[in-house]
């Protein structure tokens, strides 16, 4: 499916599909109840968390970076506050004793 969109759309996002469906995996796999009252940190993990980390923040990346070429997005779309999310990576690396990851995570496109 994924492959007929960039057929079709010159400015899909650039995100990983393999690394995306096993993370859509594990989330069928968790319960939508346990997930209400507990962080997905807590349900899957810590180095699970961090496993994935690089991945959701790379394709909210890549979205983020299309919304903006399409639509020119305003400070208040929630561009702001990713951005700085993304700036305090490190300070989160650190903060849990984590090496930084083996998936690199790429530069903010917008």
């Excluded at 899909?12 to 997930?35: A, W």
């Amino acid at each position: 499916m994924l492959k007929g969109f960039k057929e079709v759309v010159s400015d899909f996002p650039d995100i990983n599909p393999l690394e995306t469906t096993k993370l859509r995996e594990l989330r069928d796999t968790t319960h939508y109840e346990t997930l209400s009252d507990i962080s997905a940190a807590k349900v899957a993990g810590m180095d699970r968390y961090f496993e994935f980390l690089p991945l959701v923040v790379n394709t909210i990346n890549a979205s983020l970076g299309t919304l903006d070429r399409v639509f020119r997005l305003p400070s208040y779309s929630g561009a702001e506050r990713f951005r700085e999310l993304y700036y305090n990576l490190p300070v989160l690396y650190q903060s849990h004793g984590k090496k930084r990851p083996r998936q690199e995570i790429n530069e903010i496109k917008f």
